[in-house]
């Protein structure tokens, strides 16, 4: 059975700091990893999804890459901001488009101003 | 505006009263699915949908029922809730699962 896990589960740094937050799964079998935002109170915004033959997607100040044969990914934010902090999620979609979808338990990240 | 509504956002019930929370989507998408989201197990999925009647379960699906009738909705039933259902729920969609996912604003639940 496919388990997600997420290291730190929290996180604290000052604002301008580049930061890496990691995802590990079990089963190296994936369709495709998501990097997900959620804000308190809020529903989750989607970051960054990496087909499993890709190696890496780039938006912004974000960067997420894979390496399925060690099942983990990470994900990479330059030059940290007050306005990043928020609860960051990782996502695995199953062997095919048809299977489930999996959540890591997230990593708690607070940017100091 | 693109965006998945989820409705009620907030529900106070009883044990075995029947609920519906209803999802509706405006983009199109053929992908749906349903999440539950609980302090300490994260979030797990309880049914999806690859497209009109088609649906499956996902992690959780005891205790829940969904339907796919037209492309833009994706209803969550609770036949009869129980307070180990009190929750907050998000319904999610894309087009393809392969595709990034639109989560709404999340429906609180509780049981009593």
């Known amino acids: 059975k496919q388990e997600v896990t997420q290291i730190p589960a929290a996180l604290s740094v000052p604002e301008g700091e580049n930061l890496v937050l990691n995802c590990s799964f079990t089963d190296s079998a994936i369709y495709n990893l998501q990097w997900f935002r959620q804000d308190p109170g809020k529903g989750l915004t989607s970051l960054l999804l990496?087909?499993?033959?890709?190696r890496e997607q780039t938006s912004g100040r974000l960067n997420a890459s894979l390496d399925k044969s060690s099942g983990r990914s990470t994900l990479y934010i330059a030059a940290s901001q007050p306005g990043d902090s928020a609860t960051y999620l990782c996502a695995v979609n199953g062997k095919t488009s048809y299977d489930k979808v999996i959540f890591g338990p997230g990593t708690s990240l607070s940017v100091i101003p | 505006e693109a965006q998945v509504t989820q409705n009620p956002r907030y529900l106070i019930t009883v044990t075995g009263k029947k609920l519906t929370v209803t999802c509706s989507q405006n983009m199109n998408h053929e992908y749906m699915s349903w999440y539950r989201q609980d302090p300490g197990l994260g979030l797990r999925q309880i049914y999806y949908?690859?497209?009109?009647?088609?649906?499956d379960k996902g992690d959780v699906p005891e205790g829940y029922k969904v339907s796919r009738k037209e492309k833009r909705n994706f209803p969550l039933i609770l036949e009869s809730p129980s307070p180990n259902q009190t929750s907050l729920y998000f319904c999610?969609?894309?087009?393809?699962?392969?595709?990034?996912?639109?989560f709404g604003d999340g429906t609180r639940l509780s049981i009593l």
């Open positions: 999610a969609s894309s087009f393809l699962p392969n595709q990034p996912q639109h």
């Open positions: 949908s690859m497209n009109v009647e088609v649906t």
């Open positions: 990496i087909q499993s033959s890709q």
